[in-house]
């Protein structure tokens, strides 16, 4: 019994458990959203964007006149 209280350090006092709810929220669907939303965030701002007008497809750079 002794061996078992030694890896306890002095002044920690174990809390109260989990519930199966409050575990699936904890560990997989806070981290799950977070992800989603970052991901989202990056794929928007990376995402190619639209030329406003129409008139100039090419670029001087891609075009030899």
Known sequence: MHLIMG?????????PGLNVLETLVTFFLIPMTLFIVIAGLSWIASAPRK????????????SID
Not at 7 to 15: H, K, Q, R, S
Not at 51 to 62: L, M, Q, V
Request: aromatic share 0%; net charge negative; proline share 0%.
């Open 7 to 15: 890896a306890i350090e002095d002044g920690t006092v174990a809390g």
């Open 51 to 62: 030329e406003k007008t129409k008139e100039r497809t090419e670029s001087s750079i891609t």
